[in-house]
């Protein structure tokens, strides 16, 4: 069983940087493509960015696009994403996603069925 642990979230201005952790446990991390959503209050979930399994192949929201960047460490089995230029309307809570199938490169291909708890990012005008 997939358990994912999201960290890094806070309180930030507009402006800002901060960078979100995803711990990963229970398979191979390496095996599977891994992806960023957040939920802000009042909206649906919404995709923020993705990772293929081997970390080749990334894949943004026009939203975050030059602004957010996603990565993998595989051995040590955690997800990241830098995010950078924050305004206030990413402030949503981020949830960090696994793949339900391996080895998949293409978003298209990708199916989320194990999520995080999330983690609360505020940001500042």
């Known amino acids: 069983q997939v358990h994912l642990v999201e960290s890094g979230g806070g309180f930030v201005q507009a402006g800002g940087s901060l960078r979100l952790s995803c711990a990963h446990s229970?398979?191979?991390?390496?095996?599977?493509?891994m992806g960023w959503f957040r939920q802000a209050p009042g909206k649906e979930r919404e995709f923020v960015a993705a990772i293929s399994w081997s970390g080749s192949a990334t894949y943004y929201a026009d939203s975050v696009k030059g602004r957010f960047a996603i990565s993998r460490d595989n051995a040590k089995n955690t997800l990241y994403l830098q995010m950078n230029a924050l305004k206030p309307e990413d402030t949503a809570i981020y949830y960090c996603?696994?793949?339900?199938?391996?080895?998949?490169?293409?978003?298209?291909?990708?199916?989320?069925?194990?999520w995080g708890q999330g983690t609360q990012v505020t940001v500042s005008s």
């Open positions: 996603a696994a793949d339900s199938y391996s080895g998949n490169y293409f978003y298209t291909q990708m199916n989320f069925g194990s």
């Open positions: 229970g398979r191979a991390f390496s095996s599977y493509a």
